[in-house]
């Protein structure tokens, strides 16, 4: 790993040259961004992974890693052999990972920005979040959709417990439906009360032990690329 795909983050507000709450209009030149936050160990760079296997023969994508203090997410994403190792770029954010993705986005938008430079074409950048709480999501300056990842393990309660990553998200996964047994979570409690905090916003329920490849997640995926094209 060398120290040139790292990019720390940047805290001055006055060197970012970013507004964190402007929205970015899709448009030729550039990746649509979709953004995976949800808390530590619900599946987010599983999904990562799942997402690269699914779509990577059909669609030209990049991924951005978020840890606090490590590579550890792109390291394994760059061992799993998911993709080419170029189009993985890690961002150490040193502090809270909302902090990075919400409030001071330029390391991320760099490494974004680095990866389209880099691989001419580039459809899809996937930005994994660092785990953090319920209250993390990504500015719409740095991402055009996000799913928010919860898993089964943490309890049945989580979905009733609302946060904007759960109220909010475009796209709200249920991860782990396996281990529901396991951990004695209501599947049906969970799935609805999901229901009823989204509202119309779709919910997948998913276990990447019996779906690897995420088909429900990357078919959703697919939708917002060509949903997006068409706007651009
Ligand atoms: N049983 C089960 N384990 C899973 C599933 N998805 C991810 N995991 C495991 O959960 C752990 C945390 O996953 P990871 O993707 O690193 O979580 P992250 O911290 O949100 O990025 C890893 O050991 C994964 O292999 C799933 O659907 N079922
Ligand atoms: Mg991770």
Same mark, same amino acid.
């Given at each position: 790993?060398?120290?040139?795909?790292?990019?720390?983050?940047?805290?001055?507000?006055?060197?970012?040259?970013?507004?964190?709450?402007?929205?970015?209009?899709?448009?030729?030149?550039?990746?649509?961004?979709?953004?995976?936050?949800?808390?530590?160990?619900?599946?987010?760079?599983?999904?990562?992974?799942?997402?690269?296997?699914?779509?990577?023969?059909?669609?030209?994508?990049?991924?951005?890693?978020?840890?606090?203090?490590?590579?550890?997410?792109?390291?394994?994403?760059?061992?799993?052999?998911?993709?080419?190792?170029?189009?993985?770029?890690?961002?150490?954010?040193?502090?809270?990972?909302?902090?990075?993705?919400?409030?001071?986005?330029? $390391?991320? +938008?760099?490494?974004?920005?680095?990866?389209? /430079? *880099?691989?001419? !074409?580039?459809?899809? %950048? =996937?930005?994994? &979040?660092?785990?953090?709480?319920?209250?993390?999501?990504?500015?719409?300056?740095?991402?055009?959709?996000?799913?928010?990842?919860?898993?089964?393990?943490?309890?049945?309660?989580?979905?009733?417990?609302?946060?904007?990553?759960?109220?909010?998200?475009?796209?709200?996964?249920?991860?782990?439906?396996?281990?529901?047994?396991?951990?004695? $979570?209501? +599947?049906?409690?969970?799935?609805?009360?999901? /229901? *009823?905090?989204? !509202?119309?916003?779709? %919910? =997948?329920?998913? &276990?990447?032990?019996?779906?690897?490849?995420?088909?429900?997640?990357?078919?959703?995926?697919?939708?917002?690329?060509?949903?997006?094209?068409?706007?651009?």
């Amino acid at each position: 790993m060398s120290a040139d795909h790292v990019h720390p983050v940047n805290f001055d507000p006055a060197d970012a040259g970013h507004d964190p709450h402007e929205a970015h209009e899709p448009h030729e030149h550039r990746a649509v961004r979709i953004g995976i936050g949800g808390p530590v160990g619900s599946g987010k760079t599983a999904l990562t992974a799942a997402l690269c296997r699914a779509l990577g023969g059909s669609v030209n994508l990049a991924v951005v890693t978020n840890d606090i203090y490590t590579t550890e997410d792109a390291d394994f994403l760059r061992a799993a052999g998911v993709l080419d190792v170029e189009r993985i770029e890690a961002v150490q954010t040193g502090a809270c990972p909302h902090t990075a993705i919400r409030d001071d986005i330029t $390391a991320n +938008l760099d490494a974004v920005e680095l990866l389209e /430079h *880099r691989i001419p !074409g580039l459809e899809l %950048v =996937i930005i994994e &979040s660092g785990g953090d709480n319920l209250t993390a999501v990504f500015s719409r300056g740095l991402v055009d959709r996000q799913i928010f990842v919860v898993d089964v393990a943490g309890g049945d309660k989580v979905p009733r417990k609302g946060g904007p990553g759960v109220t909010t998200a475009d796209l709200l996964v249920i991860n782990k439906t396996d281990l529901a047994p396991m951990v004695g $979570a209501d +599947l049906g409690v969970m799935t609805a009360d999901a /229901h *009823r905090m989204r !509202g119309a916003l779709p %919910v =997948i329920s998913q &276990s990447l032990v019996d779906t690897p490849d995420a088909p429900a997640v990357a078919d959703w995926v697919r939708a917002q690329l060509r949903t997006l094209a068409a706007v651009s």
